[in-house]
């Protein structure tokens, strides 16, 4: 992934009672989930559910789940490190432990967690390769699957088998399927970075023909 230089914005808001304030925080979409100095797996309220995923650069797979019904919330992360390494100048340099990751919030009356799973495997990454993706390459880019719950732990081993078993790729999965500890949001610049840099050569190159993937191959999710 290339680096980036962004100018940081500081927005001021109008002094407001303090229950306002609450109200809007509350309402912005995502609100629940932005809790970038890390929060441990745990499920959002009422029917929503949350599955964490990483498969190279997050900007694509990012774009990919956002593009699924049943989707409410995509953030680009970091997980599989501590909390003091989890910004993107020391994540890029692959010794941290994190991987790119992002986290999903979905309603599973709409989208069931083996059909991400589906989504994840055919679309979002190719889960053959070691320490890489495509034109990037480090442990920072690995495929893993960070489950909150052991039933994901059990679909996401059972769906594994199921593709080995089915001969569907010509190399061995190395898909690391291991438990969240902890999800840590990405700076500002790379949430929803596809849907604002349509036209960068990275994205165009990489992570459009995904978009393109997941509406031939599975028309009944895109949206």
Same mark, same amino acid.
């Given at each position: ?5 962004? %100018? $940081? ?23 629940? =989930? ?13 029917? !929503? ?5 990483? @498969?190279?650069?997050? !900007? ?24 003091s390494?989890?910004?993107?100048d020391?994540?890029n ?31 979002a ?5 070691? *320490? ?5 390459? @480090? $442990?920072?880019?690995? $495929?893993?699957?960070?489950? %909150?719950?052991?039933?994901q732990?059990?679909?996401?081993k ?5 593709? %080995?078993?089915?001969?569907?790729? $010509? ?8 438990? =969240? ?14 849907? =604002? ?6 994205i165009?190159? *990489?992570?459009?023909?995904?978009l393109?993937q ?6 009944? =999710?895109y949206?």
């Amino acid at each position: 992934m290339f680096g980036i230089s962004v %100018t $940081s914005r500081i927005v001021k808001l109008a002094a407001v009672t303090t229950l306002v304030f609450l109200v809007l925080a509350y309402a912005r979409p995502g609100s629940a =989930l932005q809790d970038n100095k890390g929060s441990a797996p745990a499920e959002a309220a009422g029917n !929503w559910q949350t599955a964490v995923f990483a @498969g190279g650069c997050f !900007w694509g797979v990012d774009a990919v789940f956002r593009h699924v019904k049943g989707v409410s919330d995509v953030e680009s992360g970091y997980a599989g490190g501590r909390p003091s390494t989890a910004k993107y100048d020391q994540v890029n340099r692959g010794d941290t432990g994190h991987a790119e990751a992002v986290r999903v919030r979905f309603d599973p009356s709409q989208v069931s967690y083996q059909q991400l799973l589906q989504v994840f495997f055919s679309v979002a990454h190719d889960p053959t390769q070691l *320490n890489r993706q495509g034109p990037d390459v @480090g $442990s920072q880019y690995r $495929s893993a699957i960070f489950y %909150t719950s052991s039933d994901q732990d059990k679909m996401a081993k059972a769906y594994v088998r199921q593709l %080995t078993g089915a001969h569907k790729f $010509s190399k061995p999965i190395v898909t690391e399927i291991v438990p =969240l500890q902890q999800f840590y949001r990405a700076e500002e610049y790379h949430q929803n970075y596809l849907a =604002l840099h349509p036209d960068q050569p990275y994205i165009v190159f *990489n992570d459009m023909p995904k978009l393109e993937q997941l509406r031939k191959q599975l028309p009944i =999710l895109y949206r």
